[in-house]
Every structure is written in structure tokens, then in C-alpha cells.
């Protein structure tokens, strides 16, 4: 039974009114998304009586309110028990009502919203909605009748596509897919009405996709077992897309047959901690938006300026892919070299971005064109009101590039860096304008991965911070706010996790075991995989310069030593070699010619290893799957803790969402910090100390104290942990 609840109008969350002609109309309103909470559920069924009963109403809109029609089910009452009316009978209600229902969608329909609009007889859109069914996303699937009923209405493969990657389609795409009858681009709830007085009178029996036949393709089986393959190679382990794929593949029984296998796949991913896990991503991710700064400046108070129009400085993969976001976005963007055959070679490949773009989104590469000016003229930056500086990764460089921002831009134009570790302050320092300076740092490839890490430096004010990241939302990015510590957060802990990969190496494990069961665990890619994809020299050039390797070095030090701490040179070996990974054909992996994209096994590589162990006299052992995962997973999260403890990072949420967004990290595992506290904080602290024992040269190795700290605080939930470690000095 649900819940008594007041009786007081506005408490209502689904209300029953009259619009003319004869409709009645239901309106959600449950702000911020209008989700369909057990409140609203329970209102929902009681609108749709009076509707039903009202007998001067021929036929019913349903819309939602604030300009938005439903976000789905209320994900926040997953984790509690609620009561009120289960979704699928409420649905499959509307569907059997002997009035018409016409689903006025305007803003966004996902997710059970969207499983409500296929049990309703009509969709009419606004040409700016969103549809789609994310639950995969969240670790579930649609399992409100979703899975059955669209691929009745659309056809097996559109719905396998749009199930399993959860992706959000745009009314156009809608309309051609059959997935809405019609699209406006006025007032949807008039339309709605409009077209509902049209049907009202309209026999309902053939609206009904319950009672449809899905057209079913000659190859479906071919089809489903396509996906299988291809969904399990993409994220290994996942158990929602396969399940999804098993209940599409049910919609081919008789309806109620498919909606009983659909509930009872729901029921095994509802319960399942991949579920919890991908949940807790999606909450992450909007907690890293509620920013704070030392000080009281936040997401809230803190003004934003208007990017009009941006620049970008250096044209290399970073620069183009960065120009690509913005043109995309709509921001007239100056796209500036300093060489003339770099400048046309980016040129080239800009415009061929745009185009493979332009054929996406059915637009004209002219619309985006526009909006691009190719220059090697630095007075085009003096306009701008803010820059992206994209050039190589040479602190020198980047230093003698601010400095000259500084003198050609306007005094209140933002400067960003997109440096991967470099110190922010020091390159604000050769600006007479420190507090305009932000890092931007993008991931690769810039207009494909959604992480941004927003780098406060410790002069960077709060406007021009609240600027990139209200920047970074509109490129469809989600920003992390984080501190100025080298490499960042992203970087920073994948320092440890790389190191303990290669100490396996020398203690005898092969790239091909590390990286196998780095992508059982789930990663889309091992680590040495992902060296070799990412150029092997990037890691060189910056050990170099640090002094780790290259003339720097004393002769005399052991190669395996580096300030009393254990080192290993396998990669500026490989590099000393000219194998500098997928572009030179050899790496960690041996690849088909420079253009060979498959990693293979290396004979050489592993001859190399053996003669590097036999000179060193490391006696190899056999490493199982477990201590790969422990030492490499836990080295990082214990980096993570340091992190935090430092306030280089707000939370663990915000460690999560970097590594989940940034570093192929499987969402359905949460985060390494989520994954840490899963495991357990003692056990994962008890397992540090044996390795650090065993390894007393490896300092990443010796626990945090924050993890020893929550530990004897008795391991509080992750929720709790951002709460816990608000330190006194904030790097944010
Ligand atoms: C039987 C089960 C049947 C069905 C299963 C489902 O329906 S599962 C849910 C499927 N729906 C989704 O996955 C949609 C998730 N939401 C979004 O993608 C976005 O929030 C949305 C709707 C596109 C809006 O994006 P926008 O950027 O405008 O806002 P933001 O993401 O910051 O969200 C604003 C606040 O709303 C909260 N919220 C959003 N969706 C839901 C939801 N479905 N349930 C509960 N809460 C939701 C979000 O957390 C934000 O809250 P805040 O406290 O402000 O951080």
C-alpha cells in the first residue's frame, strides 16, 4: 500500500486538469527531473482515475512540468525501500485506458519516462527533447516494459543500439526512427492537445505496441549474438548490456512472456553490486559540479563570465581535437600555430574532424566552419575571452607562451593551460595576472572523452575556475575541480599503478599477464597496453627531465635506485631502443607496421625481460592474478588517500569520476576509491602493509595515513569519507 500522504494541492505530483477541446490533462511535477518517485506513482494512478472517470474529457496529454517530461524512475530510492504502485502495471494502465493518451514530451523522456511515453498512444515532441533509455548506464536495464515494447515500435536492431549503449537521441533522430509521431518546435502541450482532439475519437486498439508483433529480422539471432560479442570485448564483465541483449531478445515471445523474463533479469542486475556501483557514478558526477574553494567561493555564489569567443594556441593532436569541442559547442574559435606547415597540416585535419561531425549531427561543415579562423597572427588573439594553450609539453616553452598571452590578450581574458602535471603557479608566474590562470587539462581524444580536470593553482581566482567549468559543461565535459599537485590527480596516481606494473615485470610476470588481468577486472585496456597506444617517449621525456633517467643520472647510482627508492628503467630501455610504442610498430607489444594497431606478443620483449632479470639477478617467480590486481589497484587507491589527505581532491567521488571518466577505469566498478572501500578498508590496509613489507623501497606501498585513519575510525562508508577528510589546507 502506498504511502498516506497530504492532501494539500501543492504536494500533488501529478496533477488532473481540464485543457480546452475536451482533453484532460496530467502534469508531473516533481522537480528538478520530475523523476517517478513512489510520491509520484501513487498521484499518477490517481490523476489517470479522475482522467478516465472525467467524462467531459475525450482524451488525455501527459507532460511534465518546468519544461521537462520525466528523467525515469527516482534512482535515489534504489538504495531504499519505497512503496507505491510498481511501474509496469501503472504503465501497461495507460496503455489498456479506453481514452487516448498523447505524451507530451518536451526537454528530456529517459529511462522509465521514456518506457511511460511507449505505453501512452501518441508522442509528440519539442524539437529541442531528449529521448533515450540509460538504464544501462546505472547498471540496469529498462525494465519497465522498455525492452519489449521498442523494439515493437522501432525495430530490433534501432532498439538493441539504443538499449545497450543508453545513448540519448534528439526528437529529429526520434521522428526518423518512428520513435515519436510528430515533432514540434512550439509549445508542445498545445500540440499535444491539438493532436490529441484530432485522435480522440480514433479506434485505440492498433496504438497499442503491447499487442504488436515486433518485426523481427531473418539474421535477429546473427544479430543478438553481434552484440553479445562485441558489448562483452567493450566492457568486459558488465552484466547489464548482456542482460539487456537476453531481454530484447525475449520481446520475440508474446508480450506478458517477455515483460516476466524482463522483470526477472531486472530483478538479478537490482540487487547486483555492479548496479550500485554504476549508481554511485552517476551521483559522483554530479557531486564533483558542486565545486568548492578554500575561502567560501562555490559553485553557487561564484559569477561566471560568458565565453564568446575562445582561442586555441598549438595545433598538435591535443589543439585540434580541443578546437573540434569548441567549434562543436558553437564558439567562434581562433585556432592559432606558429608554423606555417603546421598550421595548413592542422588545418587539414580540423576540417576533416568537423566534416565526419557535420555528416553526424546532418549538419553543413560551412555552419562549423564559420566558426573556426586559422591564424598565425597572435594580435587574432586579442579579442578573445579566453585561450587554450595546447603546445608541447616543455615547461620552458609553455612559460615564454604566458608571458606573451599575457601581453597580447585582453587584461580580463582567461588563460588556460592544458598541461597533463606541469606546475600551474609557475606558468601563472610569468604572467602579470596570476588569478586569470586556470589548467584545463582534456584527455585524449579531446573531443571524445567527457573528463576535464580544472586545475586551481593557488593564485587562480574563483571566477575564472567557475568559467571553466561552466565552460566545460557547455563541451558536454564534466569537470573535476582539483589542485595544483604534480600530475594532478589523474596523472599523479597513475604513477604508482604504472610503477608496480613494471616491478612485476622484473619479478617476472609478462605485459601480456599484467594487462590480461587488468581487462578481466574490466578495463577497456591494460596499462602496457595503454603506454603503447599513448607513445612510451610521453613517460621518458618527463623522467627525463626530472632526473630520473638520461645524463642527469650519476654514473655511479644503480639503475634499479633512484634516491634510495626502487626504480625500473624497462621503459627508458624500450625507449633507448627507438620502441616507442603503436607509432614506431614496437612497444611493450609488437604491432603489424607503424599503422598495426593489434598488440601481439613479443619473443623479443621476452627475451629482453629474461636477460634484464639474469643481469640484475632477479630470480623470477610465478605472480598470480591477485597480487597483480592488489599491488597495482591498491598502490593507486593508496595514492588516492594521499590525494585527499592533501586536499588535492575534495573527495573520493571526485578520484572516482577522474578515473572512471579519464582512465578507462569499469564504471560497473565504481572508482578505485569506491572499489578499495568495497574490498574493505582494513583488508585493503592490511594487504598494503605485507606488500610494503616485502617491498620497503617502494614508498607508494606504505599506507596512507588517511587509510589508517578511517580504517580505526571502523572504516566509515565512502559517502562519509568526504566529510572526514575536509583538511585544513585545501589546495582547491
Ligand atoms: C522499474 C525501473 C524503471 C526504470 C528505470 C529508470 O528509469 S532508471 C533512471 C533512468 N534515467 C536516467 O538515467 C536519467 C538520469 N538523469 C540524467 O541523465 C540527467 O540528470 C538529466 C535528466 C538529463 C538532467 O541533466 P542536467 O544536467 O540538467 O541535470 P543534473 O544531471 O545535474 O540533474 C539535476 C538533479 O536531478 C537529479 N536527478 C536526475 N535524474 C534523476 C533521477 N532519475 N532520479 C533522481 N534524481 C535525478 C540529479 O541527481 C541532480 O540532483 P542534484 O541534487 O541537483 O545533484
Not at 513512489?38 to 507532460?63: N, P, Y
Not at 540487487?271 to 552517476?282: G, H, I, L, N
Not at 609478462?510 to 602496457?528: H, N, R, S, W
Request: with cysteine; charged share 20%; aromatic share 6%.
Amino acid at each position: 500500500m502506498s504511502e498516506v500522504r497530504s492532501p494539500v494541492e501543492s504536494d500533488i505530483m501529478a496533477h488532473y486538469s481540464r485543457a480546452a477541446g475536451h482533453i484532460g490533462l496530467i502534469r508531473l511535477a516533481n522537480p528538478p527531473v520530475n523523476a517517478l518517485s513512489s510520491a509520484v506513482r501513487h498521484d499518477l494512478c490517481r490523476a489517470l482515475e479522475r482522467a478516465s472517470a472525467d467524462t467531459g474529457a475525450k482524451a488525455i496529454v501527459l507532460c511534465g512540468e518546468n519544461g521537462l517530461f520525466c528523467g525515469g524512475a527516482d534512482i535515489l530510492e534504489f538504495s531504499k525501500k519505497t512503496g507505491g504502485p510498481a511501474l509496469v502495471p501503472l504503465i501497461n494502465a495507460i496503455e489498456a485506458g479506453e481514452k487516448p493518451v498523447v505524451a507530451a514530451i518536451e526537454g528530456v523522456a529517459l529511462g522509465g519516462g521514456l518506457e511511460m511515453a511507449l505505453g501512452c498512444h501518441y508522442r509528440i515532441a519539442h524539437c529541442q527533447a531528449r529521448l533515450g533509455l540509460p538504464e544501462v548506464m546505472l547498471g540496469l536495464l529498462p525494465g519497465a516494459g522498455g525492452t519489449q515494447r521498442l523494439p515493437r515500435l522501432i525495430g530490433f536492431p534501432a532498439a538493441l543500439e539504443l538499449i545497450t549503449t543508453g545513448r540519448h537521441v534528439s526528437a529529429e533522430e526520434a521522428l526518423t526512427l518512428g520513435l515519436v509521431d510528430q515533432v514540434t518546435d512550439g509549445d508542445v502541450q498545445e500540440a499535444a492537445v491539438k493532436f490529441a482532439q484530432r485522435v480522440a475519437d480514433e479506434p485505440l486498439a492498433s496504438r497499442r505496441l503491447s499487442t504488436w508483433k515486433p518485426p523481427c529480422p531473418a539474421d535477429l539471432d546473427t544479430l543478438l549474438q553481434g552484440a553479445l560479442g562485441r558489448l562483452q570485448s567493450r566492457a568486459r564483465g558488465a552484466l547489464a548490456p548482456v542482460a539487456c541483449v537476453h531481454a530484447l531478445q525475449a520481446a520475440t515471445l508474446p508480450f506478458a512472456q517477455g515483460i516476466e523474463k524482463e522483470q526477472e533479469l531486472m530483478a538479478t542486475l537490482f540487487s547486483s553490486p555492479q548496479a550500485r556501483a554504476m549508481q554511485y557514478c552517476f551521483f559522483s558526477q554530479r557531486i564533483v559540479g558542486k565545486w568548492s574553494l578554500a575561502g567560501r567561493a562555490n559553485w553557487k555564489n561564484t559569477p561566471v563570465r560568458t565565453v564568446h569567443r575562445a582561442a586555441v594556441v598549438g595545433l598538435g593532436t591535443m589543439g585540434r581535437g580541443i578546437t573540434v569541442t569548441l567549434v562543436r559547442a558553437g564558439i567562434p574559435t581562433v585556432a592559432m600555430e606558429m608554423d606555417r606547415g603546421q598550421l595548413q597540416a592542422a588545418q587539414q585535419a580540423v576540417t576533416a574532424m568537423l566534416e565526419r561531425e557535420a555528416t553526424k549531427q546532418k549538419r553543413s561543415l560551412d555552419s562549423y566552419l564559420q566558426l573556426v579562423q586559422f591564424t598565425l597572427e597572435r594580435r587574432h588573439l586579442q579579442d578573445v575571452d579566453l585561450v587554450i594553450e595546447a603546445v608541447y609539453e616543455d615547461l620552458a616553452l609553455k612559460k615564454r607562451l604566458f608571458s606573451e598571452l599575457c601581453a597580447v590578450c585582453r587584461p580580463d581574458a582567461i588563460l588556460c593551460t592544458n598541461t597533463s602535471g606541469l606546475d600551474v603557479d609557475v606558468i601563472a608566474g610569468t604572467t602579470r595576472r596570476p588569478e586569470v590562470v586556470v589548467g584545463m587539462h582534456f584527455f585524449a581524444p579531446a573531443h571524445v572523452m567527457k573528463l576535464l580536470e580544472v586545475v586551481r593553482g593557488p593564485r587562480s581566482s574563483p571566477v575564472a575556475v567557475a568559467t571553466v567549468v561552466h565552460l566545460g559543461k557547455l563541451l558536454g565535459k564534466v569537470s573535476v575541480v582539483v589542485g595544483n599537485s604534480p600530475g594532478f590527480v589523474g596523472n599523479r596516481l597513475l604513477k604508482p599503478y604504472m610503477e608496480q606494473a613494471n616491478f612485476l615485470l622484473e619479478e617476472g610476470a609478462t605485459p601480456e599477464q599484467v594487462d590480461g588481468t587488468l581487462e578481466e577486472f574490466g578495463f577497456a585496456m591494460g596499462i602496457f597496453r595503454m603506454s603503447d597506444l599513448s607513445g612510451l617517449d610521453v613517460g621518458w621525456r618527463v623522467r627525463r627531465e626530472s632526473g630520473l633517467t638520461g645524463p642527469a643520472v650519476r654514473p655511479e647510482e644503480s639503475p634499479r635506485h633512484r634516491l634510495g627508492c626502487r626504480y625500473c628503467p624497462l621503459a627508458d630501455l624500450l625507449c633507448e631502443r627507438g620502441r616507442l610504442g603503436q607509432k614506431t610498430g614496437q612497444g611493450w607489444y609488437l604491432y603489424e607496421g607503424p599503422e598495426g594497431r593489434k598488440a601481439l606478443p613479443d619473443p623479443w620483449l621476452h627475451g629482453f625481460l629474461d636477460e634484464y632479470r639474469r643481469q640484475h639477478a632477479l630470480k623470477p617467480r610465478r605472480i598470480d592474478q591477485q597480487e597483480v590486481l592488489e599491488r597495482c589497484l591498491y598502490a593507486l587507491a593508496n595514492e588516492g588517500f594521499r590525494v585527499l589527505e592533501e586536499g588535492v581532491a575534495a573527495g573520493p567521488e571526485d578520484i572516482d569520476t577522474i578515473y572512471v571518466l579519464g582512465y578507462g577505469w569499469p564504471a560497473h566498478m565504481g572508482g578505485p576509491m569506491y572499489h578499495v572501500a568495497t574490498v574493505g578498508l582494513s583488508a585493503v590496509l592490511t594487504r598494503l602493509e605485507h606488500f610494503h613489507r616485502a617491498h620497503p623501497d617502494v614508498p607508494q606501498l606504505q599506507p596512507s595515513a588517511l587509510l589508517r585513519h578511517l580504517v580505526a575510525q571502523g572504516s566509515p562508508p565512502i559517502s562519509k569519507w568526504r566529510e572526514l577528510v575536509r583538511v585544513q589546507r585545501s589546495q582547491l
